[in-house]
C-alpha cells in the first residue's frame, strides 16, 4: 500500500495496568512493545515518537514493571492532504526476571501473557531481539509462545548500529531464518533512526490492513 510520509505525533502516556480492568477503554489500535530486558524497547518507542523521555530508559534490567500505554497519533501526509489516526502504543515489561515461588521461573509474569492474548485492540507485536546476539533461547522462547498463540508479529532487530555492515546483514539474516514471521525482520538503530521509516510502514499496515 502507497502512502505518503509517516510520523508520530501528540505523543504522551496515559496509563499503566496490571489488570485487565485497568486497560484503557477508548477501544484505539495498540501495537505493543515486547523483548527481553534492556532490549531497547524504551529507546525505540522514544525515537518513533520523537520524544528522547517519553518512556523511561534505565540501565536497570526489569525496571518496567507495568503494561504502559502511550496516547499518539500516526500523521500521514502527502502533497493533496494529511490524516490523523490515534492509537496507543503499548510498552510491555521485558521479560526473563519474573520469579515464582520454589525453583519455578517464568518467561513474563501472568498479566503480560493475560495482556497479549486477551487485548480485543492489538493490532500488531514488535517483537524486540538484539541483533548482535541473534538466536538466544530467551527470545526464541517468547517467539514460539507467540506463535503458537497465533499473534501478529514484526520481528525487530535493535542496537543495529554497534554492528558493522557485514555483521549486521549476516545477523539479520540468522533473525529471519530463526523468527519466521509474516513480513522480514527490520534492522533498527534508536541512536541513528535507521529502520524509522520501515516501523512506521508496518505500524501503518496494521492500522489500514
Known sequence: M??????IIQAKYTASAV??????TEGLPEIAFLGRSNVGKSSLINSLCGQRGLARVSGA????QTINYFNVTLQEKTDAEEQRTPLFFVDLPGYGFAKTGGKNRQLWS?????????????SLLFLLVDL???????DLQAYRWLADNEVPLQIIGTKADKLGRNDRSRNLAAVKRLFPAAFPPIAYSSLK??????????VYEALYE
Do not use: A, C, V, W
Open 132 to 138: 548482535r546476539h541473534p538466536g538466544l533461547d530467551i
Open 193 to 202: 533512526q535507521d529502520g524509522k521509516n520501515e516501523l512506521l510502514h508496518m
Open 19 to 24: 489488570r485487565k480492568d485497568q486497560y484503557p
Open 2 to 7: 502507497t502512502h505518503g510520509k509517516l510520523q
Open 110 to 122: 501472568h498479566f503480560i501473557g493475560e495482556y497479549i492474548t486477551g487485548s480485543p485492540n492489538l
Open 61 to 64: 534490567p526489569g525496571k518496567t
